[in-house]
């Protein structure tokens, strides 16, 4: 049972993180462009809350520690990615 719980906290970070990546993405394609100070507000406090999310799953036995590090520099990689192909165009 607690093997399925800790699998339900990743998957529940996991989409998080895609719903983060997918708002950078619809951000940067329709509204604005990466040096603007709206488009890193809301990339930094997307990014926080995520954070914030996956301390509490390490906190709470959830997630490792390790596991939710990577999960967080993997999503800052991708939004990484995004923006450098979004400058390309």
Do not use: W
């Amino acid at each position: 049972m607690i093997i399925g719980r800790r699998e339900k906290a990743y998957e529940l970070l996991q989409a998080d993180a895609q719903k983060i990546l997918k708002l950078i993405g619809v951000q940067m394609e329709n509204l604005t462009m990466p040096k603007c100070p709206l488009y890193e507000e809301v990339l930094d406090t997307q990014m926080f809350g995520l954070s914030r999310e996956i301390d509490f799953a390490v906190r709470l036995g959830l997630v490792r520690a390790d596991e939710g590090k990577e999960l967080l520099s993997s999503l800052e990689r991708q939004v990484s990615a995004l923006h450098e192909a979004s400058t390309r165009k």
